[in-house]
């Protein structure tokens, strides 16, 4: 069991800094934006799996929906200077 | 550990469109991609869906079994809601996916798994090279239809 949580966590960690490297390497913005969507799934993942704790679900659902509206936000923001 | 299938198997039927998703979705076909699989790469970025649903919903059963399922089905709801959503894709997605992965867990398939299994397939879908998945989505799109 424990060595199970620790390879999810070496997945979970090798992607989240993949996609970090694309987003670092991306030139468009609104093309950034689906690899910062693949690192924030993968934040919170790691989040849970260090701390299984209900309270830690928590932590992990704000820090997602955070990351989708500040996204929707951005993308929200492009879209309206590409219209008007 | 390979429910990467089953999770894109049951993200697939949305395609309700948020207005920066569709801005996702014109950029990711300028860059050679699909317009519909760009909607719905779009749609996944931009407000919490059944992906984040399936994500957060393992995460629940993982740490405190249905009831922590529900919860994070009812994070999704308020989450939808804020980014301007309906909410109706996410919330009944991250029900399902309770229902489905506290089944499987009587056939060996553990709440890690599905955690490892969602962040792969959107690794699959959102990383590794956008015109590549955007048609692959709106092949599978069109086979549902």
Redesign the interface.
Same mark, same amino acid.
């Given at each position: 069991m424990e060595v199970q949580i620790l390879i999810a966590l070496q997945i979970c960690v090798v992607v989240a800094i993949y996609a970090a490297f694309r987003v670092v390497f991306e030139k468009n913005t609104l093309r950034k934006l689906p690899f910062l969507n693949v690192v924030s799934f993968a934040v919170s993942g790691i989040i849970v799996l260090i701390i299984p704790q209900p309270l830690a679900l928590l932590a992990a659902g704000a820090y997602l929906i955070g990351t989708a509206l500040g996204s929707n936000a951005i993308a929200s923001t492009l879209a309206g200077d590409e219209e008007g | 550990m390979l429910c990467v299938t089953v999770d894109l198997f049951f993200r697939l039927p949305e395609d309700g469109i +948020?207005? =920066?998703?569709?801005? @996702?979705g014109n950029? *990711?076909e300028k /860059?050679g991609g699909d317009i519909s699989g760009g909607y719905l790469? =779009?749609n @996944?970025? $931009? $407000?919490?869906d059944a $992906?984040?649903g399936t994500?957060?919903a393992a995460?629940?059963v993982? +740490?405190?079994g249905i009831p /922590?399922g529900l919860?994070?089905a009812l994070? *999704?709801y *308020? /989450?939808s809601r804020?980014?301007?959503d309906k909410g109706y894709a996410g919330t009944s997605g991250a029900v399902i996916a309770t229902f489905i992965i506290f089944l499987s867990g009587f056939i060996g398939f !553990?709440g %890690?798994?599905f *955690? +490892?299994g969602?962040?792969?397939s %959107?690794?699959l879908i !959102? /990383?590794i090279w956008?015109p590549f998945s955007s048609r692959l989505i709106e092949r599978i799109w069109r086979y549902r239809f």
């Amino acid at each position: 069991m424990e060595v199970q949580i620790l390879i999810a966590l070496q997945i979970c960690v090798v992607v989240a800094i993949y996609a970090a490297f694309r987003v670092v390497f991306e030139k468009n913005t609104l093309r950034k934006l689906p690899f910062l969507n693949v690192v924030s799934f993968a934040v919170s993942g790691i989040i849970v799996l260090i701390i299984p704790q209900p309270l830690a679900l928590l932590a992990a659902g704000a820090y997602l929906i955070g990351t989708a509206l500040g996204s929707n936000a951005i993308a929200s923001t492009l879209a309206g200077d590409e219209e008007g | 550990m390979l429910c990467v299938t089953v999770d894109l198997f049951f993200r697939l039927p949305e395609d309700g469109i +948020v207005s =920066g998703a569709t801005a @996702i979705g014109n950029a *990711i076909e300028k /860059g050679g991609g699909d317009i519909s699989g760009g909607y719905l790469m =779009g749609n @996944i970025v $931009s $407000s919490p869906d059944a $992906s984040a649903g399936t994500l957060l919903a393992a995460c629940g059963v993982t +740490v405190a079994g249905i009831p /922590g399922g529900l919860f994070a089905a009812l994070l *999704i709801y *308020i /989450g939808s809601r804020v980014c301007c959503d309906k909410g109706y894709a996410g919330t009944s997605g991250a029900v399902i996916a309770t229902f489905i992965i506290f089944l499987s867990g009587f056939i060996g398939f !553990q709440g %890690i798994d599905f *955690i +490892v299994g969602v962040v792969l397939s %959107i690794l699959l879908i !959102q /990383g590794i090279w956008h015109p590549f998945s955007s048609r692959l989505i709106e092949r599978i799109w069109r086979y549902r239809f």
